[in-house]
């Protein structure tokens, strides 16, 4: 009997991450002065600087510790937004963001986090000559920020990726990638460790004021705190701000084992990638020599036996030296889009926040998101934050909202193929 498309046990990574921490369901009252939903990144993340700062908290979570896009993503650890620039991303997150790899890595060794954290940088190459001057504009920028990023031209691309498929790219070698599953575990066992309370399969049923406080109900409790802070991103139902974002379904795939021949044509120096494509490509090997690519669908009906198919053709075509490929594991998670491809710091209510929309970029910005998060409710200064807490925005005809990533789709395949098609730039203009 084949599992359903969104079940967890199709991960690769619940074969491979340790075990969760033993957590109990909440029974009973219980009061604590910050309540997290939701024990993903986020919200392990600001509940381990709470703890830190001595401050009592407890943190909800619906189903199993990192059950949600957390432990779905494809594990790339990218030190970058989607925008950059005066227009774009605030400076303080920008910067932020620049040195999150970095943080990222050294969390990691802090506290032991068993999760096959590789440090062996990011790419982000163009797929398209005409797009070269893009991607360099975008070193520039990042450059700006305090990223480590520099500019890579095609014969060093071609180099590294194992590929002549592309033309230049941004390598950045504070990225690389890990085991989502494994990290996000990890940071729960870090946050216990230093005082947190986790509550697993206790999904918050209903939230409200009462008396000053906010009480919390699950199915077994009641939890009552000064303050609450929704890290549930994109999952259903979601609290807080969840009106304000696009859900969009994004598709992992694993390969078998691939020969170490494999292994040393393609990404020989064990980088992470995402390129320029709208319906981007990105990859990294795991560390029992897997490839996970991810991809997204138009239509979801099938995709989970359809999309690797295309998988395949596409990574034949970028990477002849891998032969032909098929998938051993095949799953899909839930992303978050804001139409500014721009995170979101929401005050849903006094004490109440929501902090939504990763926009792809979840390992990075969550974690280094936490400890500001963590600032903010321990003091109320939101000086602390790099993003302005904003009401919330709800997005017009969320129902057709829903569904324009994938209608776009073709759109965007047709946008990559004329960027191939264009002239190239003058050679001076990506320099």
């Not at 974002?245 to 980088?271: D, H, I, N, S, W």
């Not at 904003?390 to 789709?409: D, E, K, M, N």
């Amino acid at each position: 009997m084949s599992l359903p498309a969104d079940d967890f046990a199709r991960t690769l990574w619940s074969r491979t991450a340790a075990a969760p921490p033993v957590t109990a369901p909440l029974r009973g009252d219980a009061a604590c002065e910050v309540a997290i939903i939701g024990a993903g990144i986020l919200g392990l993340s600001t509940a381990l600087a709470l703890a830190a700062r001595g401050v009592r908290t407890v943190v909800l979570e619906a189903a199993v510790i990192g059950a949600g896009a957390s432990g779905r993503n494809g594990g790339l650890v990218v030190p970058s937004l989607p925008r950059i620039g005066p227009e774009a991303a605030p400076p303080r997150l920008a910067a932020m963001i620049a040195g999150g790899a970095d943080a990222v890595f050294a969390l990691i060794r802090r506290h032991g986090i068993a999760c096959d954290a590789v440090q062996s940088g990011w790419l982000h190459p163009a797929h398209a000559e005409s797009l070269a001057p893009r991607v360099a504009a975008r070193v520039a920028a990042w450059q700006a920020a305090g990223a480590r990023c520099v500019w890579l031209d095609a014969m060093e691309t071609r180099r590294r990726m194992g590929s002549e498929a592309f033309h230049g790219a941004l390598f950045d070698p504070s990225g690389g990638h890990l085991d989502p599953l494994g990290y996000t575990r990890g940071l729960a066992r870090a946050a216990l460790a230093a005082g947190a309370v986790i509550h697993a399969a206790s999904p918050v049923t209903d939230l409200r004021r009462d008396g000053g406080l906010w009480r919390l109900a699950t199915p077994g409790g009641t939890l009552r705190a000064g303050r609450v802070l929704a890290a549930v991103n994109a999952a259903p139902p979601g609290l807080g701000g969840r009106a304000s974002v696009v859900p969009l379904l994004v598709y992992q795939m694993a390969t078998p084992v691939l020969p170490e021949a494999a292994r040393r044509a393609v990404l020989p120096g064990g980088e992470a990638f995402s390129d320029t494509r709208n319906n981007l490509l990105a990859g990294r090997w795991t560390a029992e020599g897997r490839l996970v690519v991810g991809g997204m669908a138009v239509l979801h009906a099938g995709a989970i036996d359809r999309l690797p198919r295309r998988a395949a053709r596409r990574l034949a075509a970028a990477f002849p030296p891998l032969g032909p490929v098929r998938f051993e594991y095949v799953w899909r998670g839930r992303a978050a889009l804001t139409g500014d491809f721009l995170p979101r710091l929401t005050e849903c209510a006094p004490g109440l926040v929501s902090s939504v929309a990763c926009n792809g970029r979840g390992i990075v910005l969550s974690t280094v998101l936490g400890p500001a998060l963590a600032d903010y409710l321990a003091t109320g200064d939101a000086t602390a934050l790099p993003l302005p807490l904003t009401p919330p925005r709800p997005i017009p005809l969320p129902g057709l909202a829903r569904r324009l990533p994938q209608l776009l789709l073709p759109l965007g395949a047709w946008q990559d193929r004329r960027a191939a098609r264009a002239a190239p730039p003058p050679a001076s203009s990506s320099r």
